[in-house]
């Protein structure tokens, strides 16, 4: 009999049933619905509206039940709908009458809203972390190729002389931008919704400072109807999260163009590539190919979830219940592309001498031949003319601009001396790019250094990258929260708590969390 039974007469449909359950997605969040459910026991118990003796008996079970699903000794069911209701009734299973009285001043529109909220703030730190491993492998590789030429493109067309450390350094800066919205998606998410009830609040002297205070949040949300129906937090980490696999999906592009025999920029190691069942002589660039191709996913997730969001009226609705899905999927996606393409890149061998040979056609010093025409006196736009004729002349003959003879060069402009070779060998054109931001070797060591001091001040100890730790908040004494760690079930196996025949989504806290408060990201 389903807990919400009492005003109907006959029980739901088996397919209405099956249609309607949430637990074959929504089980992941059994960690944090049972933390918060002890904080709301707890408060119950302090306000007086359970008694002390109830308040220790929920707690007491509400820590049994997650050691026991830890433990892999639960079975959920798709009868009891979700992961609330069937917490609720191995807990009422357990202790009785006291279980019943959990949900008082409750609703599951706040319990599930803060369920989901907790579950993305704890999302954060994991995927901030993974970002921060990858600008920590770009910085080390970086410093080894500051002096490496390669051509600079614009139009898919070489363009100008730019070192393949200034390169990397500018997905760098790209992902230190996706790092800071993460952070500012969980700065505003940081407000509990519990205690908005169904959407009215409730009649009984609840404490929401409270259980926000337990739980780790800055405060309760201010207006109780917003409460259940907001999903902005959610909205929003999956637009950082799209923007993040853009970035990442330029990268592989570059990536899978620098593979191919036309450019051979890099060579990919052996262990981050893959082979063909037909053509032995191939080695297939699959990792990148793959973060390009689940780019797309993640910008479906993000359009499913404004979809179902758009033409609803305040305050909860049924169809809210989609937006765990696609956020789970965002999620997982993102957490397993971040560290294959972080190790693809630390192993990766890099050919600087074909970056060379690249860099030494199609005339990228052109700029540096009109502006040594400039610095001699002649207007820019006159230098300009003179180098796309010299250019001209160049293609003409299969020259470089290197190539001509001084003769050649004073025919265009007696301007032209003995110096201008020097100004236009490749290496200085790229060492005179000393302006703020350019490819000049003091330039990149002060890009490489601000990375490294970002992602330092992040982890808080200089020079250390620390591994993030599975973690599971657990209420600790005087309100306050502590956490320990949990083990989780290998990632994309089906878990073993639920009794549904359907698969469920792929669990990803194995892969490590923040070991941070819960309520502060950094």
Known sequence: MKLWSGRFGKETDALVND?????????????????????????????????????????EGLTGILQDIEDGKVEFTADNEDIHMNVEALLTARIGQAGKRLHTARS???????????????????????????????????????????????HLQRAQPISFAQHLMAYAFQFRRDVTRLEDCAARLNECPLGSGALAGTTYPIDRFMTAQALGFDKPMDNSLDGVSD??????????????????SRFSEEVILWCSWEFKFIELDDAYATGSSIMPQKKNPDVAELVRGKTGRVYGDLMSLLTAMKGLPLAYNKDMQEDKEPVFDAIDTVEMCLPVFAAMLDTMTVRTDNMRTAAGKGFINATDCADY??????PFRDAYTVTGHLVAQCTAQGKTLEELSLDELRTASDLFDEDVYEAIRLENCMALRASFGGPAVAETTRQIAVIEDFVKALYQIKGTVIPLKPKVYIDGKDGTTACRSMSASPPGRTSPCCSSTRPSARDPRGAGQSSMNPGRIW
């Open 108 to 154: 599951r529109n706040d319990q599930v809203a803060l369920d989901f909220r907790m579950y993305v703030r704890e999302q954060i730190p994991v995927i901030v972390g993974q970002l921060l491993e990858l600008e920590t492998v770009l910085c080390r590789q970086a410093r080894q190729y500051q002096t490496a030429v390669m051509p600079g493109y614009t």
């Open 231 to 248: 999903r902005d937090y959610a909205l929003e980490l999956m637009s950082a999260l799209s923007i993040l696999m853009m970035h990442l």
């Open 19 to 59: 249609f309607n359950a949430s637990i074959q997605f929504d089980q992941r969040l059994y960690r944090e619905d049972i933390t918060g459910s002890i904080a709301h026991a707890k408060m119950l118990a302090a306000t007086g509206i359970l008694s002390a003796e109830d308040g220790a008996a929920i707690v």
């Open 373 to 378: 025409l400039t610095k001699k006196g002649m």
